[in-house]
């Protein structure tokens, strides 16, 4: 899970950052990533991709990831920017808010298979499963972006955002067909079904 860092450690940078997101494919709620810089001395503690640990889990992880890493980052685009500029502009956008977020410099950069330029980076193809600080990236974004969407719940009931967060499930289907689309949801994305 740290073979990638070792291999960027030894290269000569010092500062490594893992980036991922969270809600690329919900129909509603925003676009979250998360940047995690560890020191090289840190051994890696997450063992599983994100979407493969319990909620429970995960929300441990994000308290643990919060103490053990030299900065967080976090980066927020919301459905009205996802419907002007497209879902994969808008988790570019996300992953430079939560670059920006980092407060702190970084030499060099680890994406889930999202080409970043112009900045220095790597990216892979499951960077998750095998990158420590991608891996607490994913944990960070997903546990933030089910939180934002636990809130929207609570502002519109007669959706179970607490429960598919947003996602295509059919849950989520049949109350789209029973009380239409709310502000938060993603106007761009085929919403008919």
């Known amino acids: 899970m740290n073979q990638i860092e070792k291999s960027l450690f030894s290269k000569g940078y010092k500062k490594i950052v893992g980036i991922d997101e969270a809600g690329r494919g919900p129909l509603a709620g925003p676009v979250v990533a998360a940047a995690v810089i560890f020191n090289p001395e840190t051994k890696p503690f997450i063992q599983k991709d994100s979407k493969k640990l319990s909620e429970k889990k995960r929300k441990e992880l994000f308290e643990i990831i919060k103490k053990e890493a030299v900065s967080v980052g976090i980066g927020v685009v919301d459905n009205s920017i996802i419907d002007k500029i497209n879902i994969y502009q808008a988790t570019?956008?996300?992953?430079?808010?939560?670059?920006?977020?980092?407060?702190?410099?970084?030499?060099?950069?680890?994406?889930?298979?999202?080409?970043?330029e112009p900045y220095p980076h790597i990216s892979l193809k499951k960077a998750d499963e095998k990158s420590h600080s991608v891996a607490a990236a994913s944990i960070i974004a997903k546990v933030y972006r089910d939180e934002i969407m636990k809130y929207w719940a609570k502002i519109y009931p007669s959706f179970s955002f607490d429960k598919h967060k947003g996602y295509p499930t059919k849950q989520h289907i049949q109350e789209i067909k029973k009380y239409g689309i709310t502000p938060i949801h993603r106007k761009s994305f085929r919403l008919e079904y």
């Open 92 to 116: 570019k956008l996300a992953m430079k808010r939560a670059l920006e977020d980092l407060k702190t410099d970084y030499d060099y950069i680890i994406t889930d298979y999202i080409k970043f």
